[in-house]
């Protein structure tokens, strides 16, 4: 499983853009990019997954160079309640099981 | 639709203890995990179930097992409790499309004195 390293805190303003960049130096042929969000005392929640390219959703926006060695999520106009820790995985069919490895993520603070 | 329920949300005990953590979903998803978090970093993968019947080991299945009992629900036992496995317990399904988006449930926090 590819081993992922993204920032460990970032901050930011509400409103402004926040982006997140992720490396994957050893990403397979097969793994896809996810994304994750967690706050205090809570399970982690989906945001985005992408292979190639750009993916959108109504929440992030996930770039991927073609050489797939790093993504980027991109979080428009983000407000206080975006204030999280994500994560960036990288997972691939392992066993027939889709396992995710998950790191110690980035801690976004928005401030006010 | 509950999604995914864990019972129970906290629980105490005391070294060499025994316990189960319950987990249900009600997505219909064939795969089940079980993760934990200790304070202040991401999460560990202990065992998981790709489908009702087969479980497999994750990162970190050392003092833990499994049962996925049918395709609702996967517990996680603790026979023999120690301090080092403190920590918050989250159980997960995941979806078939997305391939990597897995709902988790809320957590169990356990403290082992």
């Known amino acids: 499983l590819a081993k992922t390293t993204q920032p460990i805190s970032m901050d930011s303003y509400e409103g402004q853009e926040v982006n997140i960049t992720c490396s994957h130096n050893?990403?397979?042929?097969?793994?896809?990019i996810t994304w994750y969000q967690q706050f205090p005392s809570q399970g982690p929640r989906f945001i985005i997954q992408?292979?190639?390219t750009k993916v959108t959703n109504e929440v992030a926006s996930l770039f991927i160079p073609a050489d797939r060695k790093s993504s980027t999520l991109s979080l428009p106009r983000v407000s206080l309640s975006d204030t999280a820790v994500y994560y960036c995985?990288?997972?691939?069919?392992?066993?027939?099981?889709?396992?995710?490895?998950f790191g110690s993520g980035t801690r976004l603070l928005v401030r006010p | 639709n509950a999604g995914v329920t864990q019972t129970p949300k906290f629980q105490v005990l005391k070294t060499g203890q025994s316990m189960t953590l319950q987990c249900a979903q009600d997505?219909?998803?064939?795969?089940m995990y079980w993760y934990r978090q200790d304070p202040g970093m991401g999460l560990r993968l202990i065992y998981y179930?790709?489908?009702?019947?087969?479980?497999d080991k994750g990162e970190v299945p050392n003092g833990y097992n499994v049962s996925r009992l049918n395709k609702r629900e996967f517990s996680l036992r603790l026979e023999s409790a120690a301090p080092s496995q403190t920590s918050v317990y989250f159980c997960?399904?995941?979806?078939?499309?997305?391939?990597?988006?897995?709902?988790f449930g809320p957590g169990t926090r356990l403290t082992v004195t």
């Open positions: 997960a399904s995941r979806n078939e499309n997305p391939l990597y988006e897995q709902y």
């Open positions: 050893n990403i397979a042929t097969n793994d896809y």
């Open positions: 992408g292979y190639k």
């Open positions: 995985l990288v997972g691939g069919l392992m066993d027939s099981s889709y396992k995710l490895i």
């Open positions: 997505m219909n998803h064939n795969s």
């Open positions: 179930s790709a489908s009702e019947g087969t479980t």
